[in-house]
């Protein structure tokens, strides 16, 4: 009978990497971490290979990088938590004494091979997985054949000596044909690191983990010294002055965690035969069913106005839950309404207007309370009882969106 060890995992210097991860960095776990050129993957990695080489040993490839690129960037990264702003590692950019790291500039996937099986490190990170190749194939490197080959040839031999390996795949611009999509099957656990170009901060997500679970959210923010954690989430999320028309607040659910995050709609008279709209941070679907809800039930002429509407910070919001704020940021922007400071919307829309209860409702209103949020407009019959002790929250609860609007946002629907 095989006995069940208890997992150890290994901290990876960043607690918001270990959140998604699950808790740790499993022992001879497969971990790809995909995304866009140029997002950080490279920055994340080094910085948790300093943490973990403290306490282990850590063989950091690098196939894009020569060595001594590598530790030029070594030299001006802060170690994880240390708030990117304390002293670097070895005072001459050299990994510091002491630690169990090794660093290999090298793309053949043999000469890899070898060293993975002479090292025997606890933890291997290859950056990248679409820069190695392997000779004995004839395709170019980079192509579906030589990432599958290199991938599956490397997790053979991570497996049998125990190897933790973290695979960094670029997200290519073909979609994620030749990327890290023909890997998901292969591996134990897919984390996507997500950014704004034109914004600092960047999001680590579990889409895959067979050692925790998806939809954890980490946060960071690409500083001049590397990656720092992000300590207070919501403040990315919010705009910063103060409430304005055609904005509501949102609070959303990733994983374990909820976020406060500020939607802004722009609604105006259409010049084009079919109005324009757009969405930024969620599905234009949504947007559009939610436009007719209001249209069908609350009367208003949507149809002859364009409608832009944006999540604020970059953030993509899948859920539901976020659909009352949709219909409030609209509904404001077309009468130029102002929300009361202080107020948060939460509450998916049927499609006959009535509001719906989300999950986590009382993590969500903790959130907002913390951040000294006062009002928060919820679905009627949450089944949240009382208020939760302690939560200094006005609750409002409505039973359909015409309701949350006109308690929320002073909505008057006889005023058209
Ligand atoms: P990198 O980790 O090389 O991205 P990837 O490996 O995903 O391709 O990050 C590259 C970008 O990050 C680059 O545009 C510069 C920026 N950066 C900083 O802003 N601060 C830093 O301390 C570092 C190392 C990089
Ligand atoms: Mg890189």
Not at 15 to 35: I, Q, S, W, Y
Not at 156 to 169: N, S, Y
Not at 176 to 198: C, I, N, Q, Y
Not at 348 to 357: F, K, S, T, V
Request: glycine letters at 12%.
């Amino acid at each position: 009978m095989a006995v069940e060890r208890p997992l150890q995992r290994l901290p990876s210097g960043f607690a918001e990497f270990d959140r998604v991860l699950g808790g740790g960095l499993v022992p001879g776990a497969l971990v790809l971490v995909g995304g866009d050129p140029g997002i950080g993957k490279s920055t994340l990695l080094l910085q948790s290979a300093q943490a973990l080489a403290a306490i282990t040993s850590v063989l950091y490839v690098s196939a894009e990088e020569s060595a001594q690129q590598v530790r030029l960037r070594w030299s001006r990264l802060a170690p994880p938590g240390a708030g990117a702003a304390e002293q670097p590692v070895g005072a001459d950019g050299a990994v510091p004494a002491g630690a169990g790291l090794q660093l290999l500039a090298e793309t053949d996937l043999e000469l890899v091979l070898q060293e993975l099986e002479a090292l025997r490190p606890a933890v291997a990170i290859i950056d990248s997985i679409q820069a190695l190749h392997d000779d004995q194939l004839s395709s170019a490197p980079g192509s579906v054949a030589q990432v599958r080959e290199c991938a599956g040839a490397l997790q053979r031999l991570a497996k049998r000596q125990d190897t933790a390996l973290l695979l960094v795949g670029h997200v290519t611009k073909e979609g994620m044909l030749a990327g890290p999509k023909v890997l998901e099957h292969l591996v134990d656990a897919v984390l996507t690191f997500e950014g704004d170009r034109f914004a600092s901060h960047r999001l680590l997500r579990a889409v895959k983990n067979r050692f925790g679970a998806t939809h954890e959210l980490g946060l960071f923010e690409m500083r001049d010294r590397g990656l720092a954690e992000v300590t207070n989430p919501s403040e990315l999320f919010l705009g910063h002055d103060g409430p304005a028309a055609g904005t509501a607040t949102i609070v959303a659910c990733e994983g374990t965690r909820s976020l406060v995050v500020e939607l802004q709609a722009l609604v105006s008279t259409t010049s084009y035969a079919s109005p324009r709209r757009t969405a930024t941070g969620i599905g234009i679907n949504r947007l559009h069913q939610i436009l007719a809800v209001l249209e069908k039930h609350m009367g208003l002429p949507l149809s002859r106005f364009d409608c832009y509407l944006a999540v604020a910070g970059g953030l993509g919001v899948e859920e539901p839950a976020a659909d009352l704020g949709v219909a409030a940021a609209v509904v404001a922007s077309y009468r130029d309404l102002t929300l009361p400071a202080g107020t948060v919307m939460v509450g998916e829309l049927g499609l006959g207007g009535q509001l719906r209860p989300v999950g986590q409702l009382e993590l969500r209103l903790q959130e907002a309370a913390r951040l000294g949020f006062r009002r928060a407009v919820v679905p009627r019959g949450s089944g949240l009882g009382a208020i939760p002790a302690g939560l200094d929250l006005q609750l409002l609860e409505a039973a359909t969106v015409a309701e949350a609007l006109v308690a929320g946002l002073g909505f008057d629907p006889a005023a058209d």
